[in-house]
């Protein structure tokens, strides 16, 4: 459906986007994942034929959009981070405007777009008086009005409260069963909720690309084994207790929580695929130290976000 090949795109002397490519499949719902500044948004707009890339070329089921732009607009149905919306404008009134700009009926697309989008309590009103939460489900009524074959929407959720955040995450999954999405965003919790597919971008570049659900066994790094323990007159007597265990790859005093009142946290990075706990309170027993905490800690998508992207400062 979507075919992006050594997309790059400068700004001056700066270069925003720096050799991408990536295929996305008819019916994938995948999100674009980087810390800001990253070149996610810069991605979406030369997907969308918004911006014209340095180099590299952008296909949409098999047309160039350079040359093919008005066509494969036709396609693609984007929301931007800001929705730019006609605040002065009554719901009703505005998307009646952008159905007749399509070339679309009012009377048939309106009623359809108010029960997809949960806009029916909202006609009536202004747009300038909505909560963001309404103003963003306007904009997904604005995207989806052209029928699209693929929605690309950037930062969808950005700036919502915790309730509006999970009506309109509810809503792309909904949007999604039926259509192409790419999702650009820095939350990761939305990324591992909502898509199928994760592709990182750091500098510019991508760092990643993967499945969501195979993400974290492909960049797997070591375990961690939290442990909280009494009876140690020192966090260097705790950590003497740990020393030589099989498969244990290295001893930090977690930082967090501070040794008190003889208590002492450790943080136990261990190889993956191997156990240590059984040994781990085994040793503790023998030396009559109780234990207070002990929890084994996955590597997670934040971070394996972090790993990938540190280091990344710039603006685009």
């Known amino acids: 459906m979507i075919e992006a090949s050594h997309l790059c795109r400068d700004f001056g002397d700066f270069r925003a986007v720096d050799d991408v490519s990536f295929s ?45 732009a008005t066509a494969v607009k036709r396609k693609i149905g984007y929301m931007p981070e800001s929705a730019p919306l006609y605040g002065d404008m ?8 952008i159905a007749e700009m399509y070339g679309k009926n009012p009377g048939e697309k309106l009623p359809l777009s108010a029960r997809l989008c949960g806009i029916g ?3 009536d009103k202004n747009i300038s008086d909505l909560s963001r939460g309404y103003r963003q489900r306007v904009g997904l009524a604005h995207a989806l009005m052209n029928d699209p074959e693929i ?3 950037d930062e969808p959720t950005g700036g919502l409260d915790p309730n509006q ?23 990761l919790s939305e990324v591992e909720m ?10 510019g570049k991508i760092t990643a690309d993967s499945p969501t659900g195979d993400l974290q066994t492909r960049f797997q790094q070591n375990t961690v084994v939290k442990l909280t323990a009494g009876g140690c007159a020192s966090f260097s007597e705790l950590a003497g207790i740990m020393e ?9 005093q977690d930082e967090d929580e501070p040794g008190a009142d003889g208590l002492f946290s450790i943080l136990i990075s261990v190889e993956s695929g191997k156990e240590v706990r059984p040994e781990i309170f085994s040793r503790l027993a023998a030396a009559n130290r109780p234990v207070y905490e002990m929890t ?19 603006e685009a």
């Open 194 to 203: 909502l898509c199928d597919r994760v592709i990182i971008i750091a500098n």
């Open 121 to 123: 309590e909202v006609m």
């Open 90 to 97: 009554i719901v009703e009134d505005y998307l009646t405007y």
């Open 165 to 187: 955040i999970g009506e309109v995450r509810a809503l792309i999954k909904e949007i999604g069963k039926t259509r192409t999405v790419i999702i650009s965003t820095h939350i």
């Open 244 to 252: 030589g265990i099989p498969g244990v790859v290295s001893l930090k």
């Open 151 to 153: 929605l690309i929407l």
């Open 296 to 314: 084994l800690r996955r590597n997670t998508l934040e971070d394996i976000f972090r790993t990938l992207t540190v280091g990344n400062e710039n």
């Open 24 to 68: 996305i499949k008819t019916g994938e719902i995948v999100g674009l994942l980087g810390p800001n500044g990253a070149g996610k948004t810069t991605t979406m707009r030369m997907i969308t034929g918004f911006l014209a890339p340095t180099s590299g070329t952008v296909t949409v089921d098999g047309l160039n959009i350079k040359g093919n």
